[in-house]
Structure formats: C-alpha cells, structure tokens
C-alpha cells in the first residue's frame, strides 16, 4: 500500500489536486481508463503479484483488503489508467454479510471503490477488530459487511460497490461500480 499512497503524493506533486483527480471520473474510450466493466477480471495493482489474475481462492477471509484494477479480457488491457478505478477486495463469512451485499459478493468476497468520498484519499486502512475499512486522512470508517456504509467519520456516503461473480474459481465483475466515483473537493 505504501507504492499506492506514494503514486497519489506524486500525482499531487505534479499538481493533480483534488480537483483535478475528480475531474478524471469521467468515462474514456481508452480501456485503461475506463471504469470496470461487466465481465472483467482483476488483477493485482501492487506487491510482488502485480498484474496476476486474481482468484477467488487468492482473497483471504477476514483480512485486510486487496488493491486491484479490473482487466477487460478481451483486449488484456488493465484499466489502471484512472487513480479512481481502484478496486478493493475483501473475503467474509458469507453469513456475516447484509443480505444486499450477500447478493453482490462471491463466496464471501465483496469489491468496492477504494478512492474516499469524503477528499478522495485511499482508503487503505483496515481494522483487525471491527473489520471496517479506515480512511486514515480524517478517520472515516466503513463496514464492507454492509455495503461499506459510513460508521463514523466525515466520509458524506458510502463506498460504491461492484458486483461480482467467479468463473472457474477467478474473480469476475458482474457489473459496474454502483455509483459515480466522485469526492468532496479540498479547500
Ligand atoms: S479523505 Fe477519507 S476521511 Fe477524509
């Protein structure tokens, strides 16, 4: 998470402010920067599996969450173009999970944005006693056990979800995130 937090600092170093990031929600013809899509794959965007097709099996139980991008399949282009298409992954109980997101998560594996929509930082915390999701830059937590809605915090809504499926045990979109990526813009 450390290269993540340090590519975000280098895009604001380039000038790419708050602003400008939100600017970059909208839809592209590029396949890179476009947003997932129904039918892609994902694959891990750091660490030393960078790039891997990711598979169910890949996603721990109970377990801090996985920065992903999706793939298209199709062209194998990953859609890494965009700081907002980020995807985190988590693995449950499936019992655990609020019927709404049982129905959108695979064996217990559930996806959301990982761009805070309080000022659009990572949210790249994850809390080994709650299992909430932490957004360290004004402490905004989310329960990705109830479709990341805010605990406490200023985060002004919850993380849009994606839906997902799997095909022969890899992790596949079984659509597009359920809301606009979009963030409050800093003053
Ligand atoms: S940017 Fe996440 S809590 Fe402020």
Redesign the pocket.
């Known amino acids: 998470m450390k290269d993540r937090r340090t590519i975000l600092k280098s895009a604001l170093a380039l000038g790419l402010g708050a602003r400008s990031l939100n600017v970059l929600h909208a839809q592209s013809d590029d396949p890179r920067r476009a947003r997932p899509q129904e039918g892609d794959r994902f694959v891990f965007a750091f660490g030393p599996r960078q790039g891997e097709t990711i598979r169910v099996d890949d996603v721990p139980v109970a377990s801090e969450q996985i920065f992903s991008f999706a793939m298209d399949p199709s062209s194998g282009a990953v859609r890494d173009g965009s700081l907002l298409n980020q995807v985190l992954l988590l693995r449950f109980d499936p019992d655990s999970l609020a019927p709404e997101t049982r129905e959108a998560s695979v064996d217990g594996v559930v996806a959301y944005s990982g761009i805070?929509p309080?000022?659009?930082?990572d949210?790249e915390g994850w809390s080994e006693d709650t299992g909430f999701l932490v957004?360290s830059?004004?402490?905004?937590e989310f329960d990705p056990r109830d479709g990341a809605e805010v605990i406490s915090?200023?985060?002004p809504r919850r993380l849009p979800s994606l839906p997902l499926r799997s095909e022969d045990g890899v992790l596949v979109a079984a659509g597009g995130f359920s809301a606009t990526i979009r963030f409050e813009e800093e003053f």
Do not use: E, N
């Open positions: 805070c309080h000022t659009g930082c949210v957004c830059c004004h402490d905004s915090g200023p985060a």
